[in-house]
């Protein structure tokens, strides 16, 4: 069998246990990636030694990354190749444990209140409303807005999840407008030559408008931590952001100046 073959049945699979299209990206491009590195060794006669060297070996760039690599070779090996690993221990790297970085709600309201691209506005303006993440914004379609009932579907978020986020009506206004100018065919936000906008130009977005030092998923941040200092119950907040667990979710507390000013110093 080819080797590009194994990469196509490994995509067929991972389809199959309903894997979310970035993560099928990533598996796919680490697990060529791996073949073409052992390019001169069938896969089925790869030991589990030549693995951990390979991983010994790899130049990683972050523990996000060395986690892909070794889930991308380990669904290679178990799901594809029927292998099975009963003498090896895949290390996992300590999780680095970063505070989201906020950006300032007044400069976020002032920045976007002065965009005149009516497209560009209806896009920053959403993420920031409700905190979505860049996939969520570029996968929404015309029928996921319900202005009846004032809400937006988020169909197959991250954890291939559903949820429900309510429309504020300065929202539904600004999307009729911008609905009448350019018309979008099937996806809420179309691009220049194709029928979806594009997550590279949604971050262009926010360092062209908001500062070259910021990035879009700042702006989910930054939402949710404006929401907290407001007073919005946690709970509300796990919901919106589509939280598995309430400990994500705390992390907001950390980064929340109203909460850090509530604090009584010993001195």
């Known amino acids: 069998m080819e080797k590009t073959d194994y990469c196509e049945i490994a995509k067929q699979k991972m389809q199959y246990f309903n894997y979310s299209k970035r993560t099928i990206e990533v598996y796919c491009h680490y697990i060529d990636k791996f073949l073409k590195h052992y390019s001169d060794i069938s896969p089925t006669k790869l030991t589990s030694s030549a693995f951990q060297k390979y991983l010994d070996n790899f130049k990683f760039t972050s ?8 889930n991308a070779i380990r ?5 594809v190749l029927d ?6 221990c895949f290390e996992r790297p300590r999780k680095e444990k970063h505070l989201p970085q906020i950006i300032d709600s007044e ?3 002032s920045s976007i209140s002065k ?17 979505l993440r860049v996939s969520e914004v570029i996968n ?21 999840k559903d949820r429900i986020v309510p429309l504020s009506q300065n929202v539904l206004i600004l999307f009729r407008d911008y609905y009448k100018q350019y018309r979008p065919k099937e996806y809420l936000f179309n691009g220049q030559f194709s029928l ?21 998923h700042q702006l989910r941040h930054s939402c949710f931590t404006s929401l907290l200092e407001k007073g919005t119950d946690l709970r509300i907040i796990q919901k919106l952001a589509g939280h598995s667990s309430s400990s994500t979710t705390e992390i907001y507390t950390h980064v929340s100046n109203t909460v850090l000013q509530k604090i009584q110093l010993p001195i």
């Open 63 to 70: 523990t996000s990354q060395q986690n892909q690599v070794i």
């Open 75 to 79: 669904f290679l090996y178990e799901k």
């Open 83 to 88: 292998r099975k690993y009963s003498k090896i």
């Open 107 to 109: 400069h976020v309201l």
């Open 115 to 131: 965009i005149q691209n009516l497209k560009h506005k209806a896009i920053l303006t959403l993420a920031y409303s409700v905190g």
């Open 140 to 160: 929404l379609k015309i029928e996921d807005i319900d202005s009846k009932r004032m809400i937006i579907t988020i169909r197959q978020a991250k954890g291939n």
């Open 196 to 216: 979806q906008y594009s997550s590279e130009s949604c971050n262009k977005l926010v360092k062209h408008y908001l500062g070259k030092q910021y990035h879009f």
